[in-house]
Structures are given as structure tokens and as C-alpha cells.
């Protein structure tokens, strides 16, 4: 028998981290993003160990094989297939609808290759699969790296083969004079991110795409 308008409500809002597109956002395990389109977001940095970690704890899925140089929670996990990636990705998309930080028609997945390309801010390639993005990349006069079109790269710029890491690769897979002082791989984020805030898109570890990489038949 009480009018509305004798009745007033006040409420506290608190944030629950769900997902948000087209700003950075940070999920359940920590984990930075970056939108690349509007409903898009990538991720700022390579899954660390302790995200990996967590995934198989909470499934019983065996850790992958120990490097044989020292990693923390903070390094790039290594040792894991494609199947393991798409795996730890569906597991991730079925914790986080639990959670209620997304939706149910959110999920994580592996970017296509063309995606990555755009990531690593690559423009204008030609070809129906990676290998022929690939052998066309490959055949220009002036190559395009991730960090710009100068050679070899500029101090800072990332985690590769340099000559800190002389006495564990060959010695032409080596770039002279170039130090990042890391000479296995590097806590993700170290390095200085691109233009897009993402990081190590030119280094540290390979990173798994969607997509097959395509070629002749027995191609390696």
C-alpha cells in the first residue's frame, strides 16, 4: 500500500573486472589486453608461466617440459603445442563465463595469422595462406620488420638471438653488437611495446596462430 514516490533506493556500484571493449582491460589471471577492433581485444603480452600454471592445476593437465634455463611465473611459457594453446584457451573462456567477467558468446582463441600481422603492425600483404604471405614478404627489395625497415634493430626493441646468447646458438643466427641482455628468454613485458600497447610480437618465444601454415605437400 506504500506510493513509489514516498520510496527512495540508494546503491553502491562495485566493479566486478568483466570485460570491457575498446579500452584495456585486465582479466581474472592478471592479464593485460589491448583492443584491436571494436569487438577485439588482444593480448598486451605471451602467457606467462603462471598463467599456464594455473590452467593445469585446475585441470589436472601435466605442466609442460622444464627449459633448461631458469624461468619465473613471469617468463613466457615454452614447450606447449598448438592443441595445448587452443586447450588452455577454451578452459580460460569456460572460467572466466563462471566468473561472470564475460559473456557467454565471449571467448578466448588463438589469432588468425592475419590478425597477428596486424598486431605486429604488418600492412599490405598478398596470398591465400602464411607460407605464401610468407615467400612474398620474403622476395621484396626492402623488408619490413615489426620494429620499422632498418636493420638490425634498434637497442630495446626486443628479446632475440644476441651476443649474450653466443654460446648456445650458431654463430650466424647471432646479431653482431646487439645486446638485450637476456640470453634465454625475457619476462614478458620487458621490452618497450608497439604502437598498438603489444608487446614481444618480434621476439622472446614463437608465438601458435589458428591457421595452418600452408605450402607444397612434404613441405618442412
Known amino acids: 500500500g506504500l506510493s513509489p514516490k514516498g520510496l527512495s533506493l540508494s546503491l553502491e556500484l562495485e ?3 568483466s570485460v570491457t571493449f575498446g579500452a584495456e ?12 577492433a571494436p ?5 598486451a603480452t605471451e ?21 633448461t634455463f631458469v624461468q619465473n611465473e613471469h617468463h613466457p611459457v615454452v614447450y606447449v603445442s598448438r592443441t595445448d594453446a587452443e586447450n588452455f584457451a ?22 588468425t595469422d592475419e590478425e597477428w600481422s596486424a598486431m605486429a603492425g604488418k600492412k599490405g600483404e598478398e596470398g591465400g595462406t602464411p607460407y605464401a604471405r610468407h615467400r612474398r614478404d620474403s622476395g621484396r627489395a626492402v623488408r619490413e620488420f615489426p620494429w620499422g625497415m632498418h636493420w638490425p634493430p634498434p637497442e630495446g626493441c626486443g628479446n632475440f638471438a644476441d651476443v649474450t646468447a653466443r654460446p648456445y ?3 650466424n643466427h647471432v646479431i653482431p653488437h646487439y645486446n638485450d641482455g637476456f640470453a634465454y628468454t ?10 598498438l600497447g603489444l608487446h614481444d610480437l618480434s621476439g622472446n ?14 613441405f618442412n
Open 90 to 111: 577454451r578452459w580460460l573462456t569456460q572460467h572466466e563465463r563462471n566468473l561472470g567477467v564475460i559473456e557467454a558468446t565471449d571467448f578466448y582463441r588463438l589469432p
Open 25 to 36: 582491460w585486465i582479466n581474472s589471471l592478471g592479464q593485460k589486453f589491448r583492443p584491436l
Open 15 to 17: 566493479a566486478n573486472n
Open 39 to 43: 569487438a577485439l581485444l588482444a593480448g
Open 186 to 195: 625475457a619476462p614478458v613485458g620487458s621490452f618497450t611495446p608497439n604502437a
Open 47 to 67: 602467457v606467462r608461466v603462471s598463467d599456464y600454471r594455473a590452467y593445469c592445476r585446475a585441470t589436472g593437465v601435466p605442466e609442460p617440459q622444464r627449459p
Open 169 to 171: 646458438v650458431p654463430v
Open 205 to 218: 618465444v614463437q608465438e601458435w596462430v589458428s591457421g595452418e601454415y600452408g605450402g607444397p605437400p612434404n
